[in-house]
C-alpha cells in the first residue's frame, strides 16, 4: 500500500461537488485494477463497458441538478454469489457455468438506487464455502499486503478489491465469517449486519439461516455508509425485519453514533476466544487487549466476561450449515441452467454427472456432511442438537448482554497464512471459531483493523452487539479506528 | 440406545450420502472424504457434554410469524413472464418447444 | 435414482358421465367388500387439493390451469438461485377454510423441506408441512352415516409436469423429456385421512365428499379430470375383525375415482392373494395401470425413501390468531352435510339429494321447493338432465317455474327436459321457450278422445292388444304421438291405454 485509499464517502463528496465525476472515479479505479489485478485475481468479471455507461449517466443526472443518491459516481465491487441481471453470476463454481440471471438481487438495486457504479464481480471460495478462497474454481485470489498469502475468505476477492483499491466499496456474504475473516486479514474493515437486517433475495444460499450480506470499506464511516443502503425491510425476504423494528433500534442510521465516544460504555473481552482456545496467535491476542486498553482510555468500562457456550458454536456450525446447503444446493442438477454432463442415457444420470463435474471437492464434502446430518435417524442426534446448542450460545449471549454494551474479540485466531497452510478441511474449519457464535446467533458483528501481527500482517479486532445493535457497534468501532490511526496504524 | 454420533463414519454410509446427493465418488475419492468427514464429526461430538434436552431449537434468531405474501396475479405483467420466460429458456442446457429438455426419465413410463 | 413424486400425473380427463357413475353408488354397507370371506381392506387416503388462488403458493406467478408451457414462472417457482419463498396468504386462509370444514384443530405451523431429486421440482426439494402441519385432528361424515378421521390438512407446493417424446425418427435413440413449470409451486392441500375406510365404495364416497366440501367452502375446484384433485390410496388387509395393521401399499396415478375403486380392490385382493400363498406383501409405491387394470411397482426400490425432513430456514411460523380463525369460521358456507339435511329434510331421495349437492346444485331444489314445486320432479331434473356445463349458471327462478309447469300438467315431462336444456344454453325463462314451440300440455280427457277416434280405425289390433299381444303398444303410442305432434305425454298415454284395455 504506497497512497492513502481514497474512501467511498472522500469520493462521493468530490463527485457531488464537481471536483470529481463518476466517469474520473471509475477510470481511476480501472487503471488500479489494469495494473494489479492480473496477480491479485480479486474479480471473477469486470464490468468495465457497463460501469462506464453508468457512470455517463450519472454525471448527465447530476449535471443535470438530479439528486443521484448518498454513492453517486462510486465504484463498488460485489461478490459473485450475488444476482446481476443480464451479468454471468457464478459462485466461483463450474455448475453455474452459463448461466445468467434474469433478475437483480435487492442489494443490487439498492446500490443502483444510491448512484453506486458496479466494477465487477468477485472471486470467492465456491458457494463461499471456506476461509482462504483457495477453493474457487477459477483459482485463488491473493492478499494484495502479500501475495504469498491467502486474503481469507469466502469473500475473499471482496476483500482483496477494496484492499488492492480496485472499488473503495465491496459487498460480501458473511456465513461463518466470510466477511470479517478476510477484512482482517486483508487490513481492511468488514461488517456482518444482524441476521434480517439486510435482504437476502438474490444472494445465492449457502446456509439460509446464517448468510447475510454486508459491506467492505477501507474505514468505518464507510462501512455505516454502505450498510445504511443496504439495510432495509424487503417484503421478497420472508426472514427479512420489519422497518419498524429496524427503525425503533437506529439500525438505518448508524453514521450519526460515530464520532460519539465509548465514554460510559460497558465493554466485555470474551474470555474464551482470548486464549483459552488454541491457536491464537499471540500477537493477535496483544492486539485485540492494546484495543480493548484504548476503549478503557477513552472511558469506556472493560472488563472480562464469559460466553462458555461459544466453543461449541464450532461444532454446531459445522452440523447446521452442511444441512441447510445441502438442500439448498440440490437444484444444480443441471435441468434448468448451469452446467449438463452430456450423453447419460436418462435424468438420473445427467444429474449425477452434472454434479459430479460441477461441484468442488470442499462443496461435495460439506454437501455430503449435511446430507448425511439430516439423514434418517441422525436428525435429531446432529441438525436438531445443533439448533438447540444455538438457542444455548444465544441466552449466554443476552446473558452478556444484561452487563455489557458490547463485547470484543480477535476477528481471526491468526494473520493471513500462506497458501495451503490449512490443507486438511478441519484446521481451516477451526480458523472461524471467533467468528461463528454472532452468525449462530443472528447478532451484528464487525471486523476493524488494529495494528499488525506476525510478519507486519494486520490484525482485525471483532466488535460483538446484540441483535439489531449495530448502532453501538459502530459508535465503539469507530473509536477503535480513531485509536488505530492515533497509535500510527498499519492500515 | 446406539448413539450415531459414537460410531466412527464408514466408507458405506459415506457411499449411501454421496448416492442419496446425487454425487459419483471414485474409490480414492471415497477413501479421502470418508476420513476427512470422521475428523469433522470427531471434532463436533463436544456438543454431547451439553445437555440440550429442555433446550428450544432456534431455526430463526430473529423470531417472525405469519409472513404473507397478497395473493395478487396482477403483480407480474405477461410482458415480464413472457421476458422471463425466453431468459430462463435462452440459458437452459438445452430447450425444446419452450420447454426445458432432459435425456429420458428412466422407467418413468408407467 | 431416487424419483419419488407425492403428487399424481393426471393424464386421462375424467368425464362427468364418470363422475355420475361412482357418486350415484354411495356406499351404506360397511362389510368388507368382494375379498374372500374372513379378510378385511384397511384404506386411508391422501387427497392433493390444488388451492384456488390467483398466485402460486410462495411466488407472485398466477395460478392457472393450463397455458402455454413456462408462461406461468417466476425466478421464486423456477428456484433461481437467490431467490427466496413467501407465504401466499390467500392460500392460508383456504388452507384453514377446509381444515374448519373438516372439524380440524387449526395450530401454529411451520414449513419443512422435503428433499429428492425430480426434474420437474424446481428446487429439488418440496417446501411441505411435516411434524407441526396447519390443520390436525379433523373428521368427515360420509352420507351414510360412518365417520372417517382426518389426521392432518397441510399446505404444501406442486411439481411442473414432464412429458415423454418418443424416440421415432429423433436422433436421440430413447427419445427425451420436455419439462414445463406452469404447475410448479401451484398451492396445494394435502388431506390425509386415518385408515379408517374398509372398501373401494367407502373409499369413492369419502373422496367424493372431501371433493364436495372443498368445492363448497371455495378452496379448490376440485377437477379431477384437471388434476385439480388427486387421489392416493395406502392399501392394506387383515383377517376381518382384527385390529392389527399390516404392511400397506400406496397407490398412485389414480385418475378418477372409477379407478380408485379398481385399483383398491386390485390391490386388496393382491395382498390377500400373497397372504393365501404364504407370502405377504412389502411396503412400496406402486403404479395403477388402468389399461391393464391391475398396479404395479415403481422402479428402483433398493434406495430406501429418505426425504431428510428439516425446517425451511427461509420461511418463518405462521400462527393464525384466534381472531382470525373465528372470522373465517363465521363465513364459511353451509357444509355438504347440512345442506343435504336441508334437501332430505324436505323429503327428497337420498340418492339424488347427494348428487344435487355434490353437483352443487341442491339450491336449485330448494328455490323450486319453496316456490311449491314437487322436489322429486326438481331433483329428477338435477340428476338426470343437468350433468352438464353451464348448470350452475341456470336461474333459480326459472328452474323452479319449470318444475312447477310440469307439475300442474302445463308441460310433459319430455317437453319440460327439452325447455330446460335451452334453459341452460340461452337462460331464457321456460314459459317463453315452452309458448316458442307450441308446447302446452293435452289433458287427459283429449286424449281419451283421440285415443277412441284410434281404436275405431284399428279394431283388429285393438283386439290383439286387448288379448295380450303387448308389442302392439308402440303402435298406439305412435298414432297418438302422430297426431299430437309428440305433445301427448308418454306416461300419460301408457296409463290410459292400460285402463282402456281392462274396461
Ligand atoms: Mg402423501
Ligand atoms: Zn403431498
Redesign the interface.
Given at each position: 500500500m504506497t497512497d492513502a485509499p481514497i474512501t467511498g464517502l472522500t469520493l462521493a463528496a468530490d463527485i457531488a461537488a464537481g471536483r470529481s465525476s463518476a466517469v474520473a472515479a471509475l477510470d481511476g479505479h480501472l487503471a488500479r485494477i489494469a495494473e494489479r489485478e492480473d496477480e491479485i485475481h480479486a474479480f471473477n468479471l469486470v464490468t468495465a463497458d457497463q460501469a462506464r455507461a453508468a457512470a455517463e449517466s450519472i454525471d448527465q443526472r447530476l449535471a443535470a441538478g438530479e439528486d443521484v443518491g448518498p454513492l453517486a459516481g462510486v465504484p463498488v465491487a460485489l461478490k459473485d454469489n450475488m444476482c446481476t441481471e443480464g451479468v454471468a453470476t457464478t459462485c466461483s463454481s463450474r455448475i453455474l457455468e452459463g448461466w445468467i440471471p434474469p433478475y437483480d438481487a435487492t442489494v443490487v438495486q439498492k446500490l443502483e438506487a444510491a448512484g453506486a457504479v458496479m466494477v465487477g464481480k468477485t472471486n470467492l471460495d465456491e458457494f463461499a464455502m471456506g476461509s482462504s478462497t483457495e477453493n474457487s474454481a477459477f483459482g485463488p485470489t491473493l492478499n494484495p499486503l502479500d501475495t504469498s498469502r491467502v486474503p481469507g475468505g469466502s469473500s475473499g476477492g471482496s476483500a482483496a478489491a477494496v484492499a488492492a483499491g480496485f472499488a473503495p466499496l465491496s459487498l460480501g456474504s458473511d456465513t461463518g465469517g466470510s466477511i470479517r475473516q478476510p477484512a482482517a486479514l486483508c487490513g481492511v474493515v468488514g461488517m456482518k449486519p444482524s441476521y434480517g437486517a439486510v435482504s437476502r433475495y438474490g444472494l445465492i444460499a449457502f446456509a439460509s439461516s446464517l448468510d447475510q450480506i454486508g459491506p467492505f470499506t477501507h474505514d468505518v464511516a464507510d462501512s455505516a455508509a454502505l450498510f445504511e443502503v443496504i439495510a432495509g425491510h424487503d417484503p421478497q425476504d420472508s426472514t427479512s425485519i420489519p422497518h419498524q423494528a429496524l427503525t425503533d433500534a437506529g439500525v438505518l442510521s448508524v453514521s450519526e453514533r460515530l464520532s460519539e465516544g465509548v465514554d460510559g460504555l460497558r465493554v466485555g473481552v470474551i474470555s474464551e476466544l482470548m486464549g483459552s482456545i488454541d491457536g491464537f496467535e499471540p500477537e493477535v491476542l496483544a492486539q485485540t487487549r492494546a484495543a480493548a486498553d484504548a476503549l478503557a482510555g477513552a472511558g469506556a468500562k472493560v472488563d472480562e466476561v464469559s460466553i462458555p457456550s461459544a466453543i461449541y458454536g464450532l461444532s454446531a456450525y459445522y452440523l447446521i450449515a452442511p444441512a441447510e446447503a445441502s438442500s439448498n444446493l440440490a437444484r444444480y442438477d443441471g435441468v434448468r441452467y448451469g452446467h449438463r454432463e452430456q450423453g447419460k442415457a436418462n435424468t438420473g444420470l445427467m444429474m449425477s454427472a452434472s454434479r459430479t463435474a460441477g461441484f468442488g471437492a470442499e462443496v461435495k464434502r460439506r454437501i455430503m456432511l449435511g446430507t448425511y446430518g439430516l439423514s434418517a435417524g441422525y436428525h435429531d442426534a446432529f441438525y436438531g442438537k445443533a439448533q438447540r446448542v444455538r438457542t444455548l450460545i444465544i441466552n449466554d449471549f443476552e446473558r452478556a448482554y444484561q452487563d455489557f454494551d458490547v463485547l470484543l474479540s480477535p476477528t481471526s485466531p491468526c494473520v493471513a497464512f500462506p497458501f495451503g497452510a490449512k490443507a486438511d478441511p478441519l484446521t481451516m474449519y477451526l480458523n472461524d471459531v471467533a467468528t461463528i457464535p454472532s452468525n449462530l446467533a443472528g447478532h451484528p458483528a464487525l471486523s476493524v483493523p488494529f495494528g499488525t501481527g506476525a510478519d507486519n500482517m494486520p490484525v482485525g479486532v471483532q466488535v460483538l452487539a446484540p441483535m439489531l445493535g449495530e448502532a453501538v457497534m459502530y459508535q465503539v468501532a469507530a473509536e477503535i479506528e480513531r485509536a488505530a490511526v492515533a497509535a500510527g496504524g498499519a492500515s | 440406545m446406539s448413539?450415531?454420533?459414537e460410531h466412527g463414519?464408514t466408507r458405506d454410509?459415506?457411499a449411501k450420502?454421496?448416492?442419496?446427493?446425487?454425487?459419483?465418488l471414485t474409490d480414492d475419492e471415497l477413501t479421502t472424504?470418508t476420513g476427512?468427514?470422521a475428523?469433522?464429526?470427531e471434532?463436533?461430538?463436544?456438543?454431547e457434554a451439553?445437555d440440550?434436552a429442555d433446550?428450544?431449537?432456534?431455526?430463526?434468531?430473529?423470531?417472525?410469524?405469519?409472513?404473507?405474501?397478497?395473493?395478487?396475479?396482477a403483480?407480474?405483467s405477461v410482458e415480464d413472464?413472457?421476458?422471463?420466460?425466453q431468459?430462463?429458456?435462452?440459458?437452459?442446457?438445452?430447450a425444446?418447444?419452450?420447454?426445458?429438455?432432459?435425456?429420458?426419465?428412466?422407467?418413468?413410463?408407467? | 435414482m431416487n424419483q419419488q413424486n407425492d403428487t399424481l400425473e393426471n393424464e386421462t380427463p375424467v368425464s362427468s358421465t364418470m363422475l355420475s357413475a361412482w357418486t350415484t353408488e354411495s356406499s351404506v354397507e360397511r362389510e368388507p367388500q368382494g375379498l374372500p370371506d374372513g379378510w378385511e381392506m384397511v384404506i386411508g387416503l391422501d387427497v392433493h387439493a390444488e388451492l384456488a388462488t390467483e398466485t402460486k403458493m410462495f411466488s407472485p406467478a398466477t395460478n392457472q390451469f393450463g397455458g402455454e408451457p413456462n408462461t406461468n414462472i417466476h425466478p421464486v417457482c423456477l428456484g433461481l438461485p437467490g431467490t427466496l419463498p413467501v407465504v401466499n396468504g390467500k392460500a392460508v386462509e383456504l388452507s384453514i377454510r377446509v381444515g374448519l370444514a373438516l372439524n380440524c384443530t387449526v395450530q401454529r405451523c411451520i414449513f419443512a423441506r422435503k428433499n429428492y431429486f425430480y426434474p420437474d421440482m424446481p428446487k429439488d426439494y418440496q417446501i411441505s408441512q411435516y411434524d407441526r402441519p396447519l390443520n390436525i385432528n379433523g373428521s368427515i361424515q360420509l352420507p351414510s352415516g360412518h365417520v372417517v378421521g382426518v389426521e392432518r390438512a397441510h399446505m404444501e407446493e406442486d411439481t411442473g409436469k414432464s412429458t415423454h417424446v418418443g424416440d421415432s425418427g429423433r436422433i436421440h435413440d430413447a427419445g427425451y423429456s420436455l419439462v414445463d413449470y406452469n404447475r410448479a409451486g401451484v398451492p396445494l392441500l394435502e388431506i390425509v385421512s386415518h385408515p379408517d375406510i374398509r372398501g373401494p365404495e367407502e373409499a369413492k364416497a369419502y373422496a367424493a365428499e372431501l371433493q364436495a366440501i372443498v368445492i363448497a367452502v371455495g378452496a379448490s375446484d376440485g377437477k379431477f379430470e384437471e388434476g385439480s384433485m388427486r387421489v392416493d390410496a395406502n392399501v392394506s388387509v387383515r383377517p376381518a375383525g382384527s385390529d392389527e395393521l399390516r404392511t400397506r401399499c400406496e397407490i398412485k396415478n389414480v385418475n378418477s375415482l372409477r379407478s380408485l375403486g379398481r385399483a383398491i380392490q386390485y390391490e386388496a385382493q393382491r395382498h390377500v392373494d400373497l397372504y393365501l400363498a404364504g407370502d405377504k406383501p412389502v411396503q412400496e409405491t406402486r403404479h395403477w395401470d388402468e389399461e391393464g387394470g391391475r398396479t404395479r411397482a415403481g422402479r428402483s426400490k433398493e434406495q430406501a425413501e429418505d426425504y431428510r425432513y428439516f425446517a425451511d430456514p427461509d420461511l418463518v411460523p405462521v400462527d393464525p390468531s384466534p381472531q382470525w380463525i373465528d372470522e373465517i369460521r363465521a363465513a364459511l358456507p353451509a357444509l355438504p352435510r347440512e345442506r343435504r339435511q336441508a334437501l332430505l329434510d324436505a323429503g327428497g331421495d337420498p340418492e339424488n339429494v347427494a348428487m344435487a349437492v355434490q353437483r352443487n346444485l341442491d339450491s336449485l331444489a330448494l328455490v323450486a321447493v319453496s316456490a311449491g314445486a314437487p322436489i322429486d320432479k326438481a331433483l329428477v331434473h338435477i340428476v338426470n338432465n343437468l350433468a352438464v356445463d353451464g348448470a350452475e349458471e341456470l336461474n333459480a327462478e326459472h328452474f323452479a317455474a319449470l318444475v312447477t309447469m310440469e307439475s300442474n300438467g302445463d308441460l310433459t315431462s319430455t317437453q319440460a327436459k327439452q325447455v330446460l336444456g335451452e334453459m341452460v344454453e340461452s337462460g331464457r325463462a321456460p314459459a317463453d321457450l315452452a309458448a316458442e314451440h307450441g308446447f302446452e300440455a293435452m289433458d287427459t280427457s283429449e286424449l281419451d278422445v283421440l285415443l277412441d277416434g284410434i281404436i275405431a280405425d284399428h279394431p283388429d289390433e285393438w283386439q290383439r292388444f286387448c288379448d295380450g299381444e303387448n308389442k302392439l303398444q308402440g303402435m298406439f303410442t305412435g298414432q297418438i304421438m302422430k297426431a299430437t305432434q309428440g305433445k301427448a305425454d308418454g306416461k300419460v298415454i301408457a296409463q290410459l291405454l292400460a285402463s282402456k284395455k281392462s274396461t
Open positions: - | 448413539d450415531p454420533t463414519l454410509e459415506v450420502v454421496a448416492a442419496l446427493a446425487m454425487l459419483e472424504f476427512q468427514l475428523a469433522v464429526l471434532h463436533a461430538k463436544d456438543v451439553l440440550v433446550v428450544p431449537p432456534t431455526n430463526h434468531p430473529y423470531p417472525l410469524t405469519n409472513v404473507f405474501r397478497v395473493d395478487d396475479a403483480a407480474v413472464k413472457e421476458r422471463m420466460r431468459a430462463v429458456l435462452a440459458t437452459a442446457p438445452e425444446e418447444d419452450q420447454q426445458f429438455m432432459v435425456p429420458p426419465a428412466l422407467g418413468e413410463e408407467l | -
